[in-house]
């Protein structure tokens, strides 16, 4: 709820009960592509930056993918 809060998707629709976080957060995914306001990698390492306590590893896995070979590969733009 704090990902799509903090990415300006609707939530209040998602049910918090337990096993349904995954789900929860693959459709708050969806809305934030679907809504095209702001989505890039700078945006969601922000969301973990500005919660540390939560998503500290998360943003850690995140910049390391990022310095990966592959996401050099699939993600950079080349003009």
Do not use: H, Q
Request: aromatic share 8%.
């Amino acid at each position: 709820m704090i990902i799509g809060a903090a990415l300006k998707v609707k939530v209040d629709d998602l049910p918090p009960t337990p096993g349904t976080a995954t789900n929860n957060l693959l459709i708050v995914f969806k809305r934030w592509i679907e809504s095209n306001k702001g989505v890039s990698w700078r945006n969601a390492l922000r969301v973990c930056k500005d919660y540390p306590d939560k998503f500290g590893r998360v943003m850690a896995d995140v910049d390391k993918f990022l310095e990966s070979d592959r996401a050099c590969k699939e993600y950079l733009l080349v003009n």
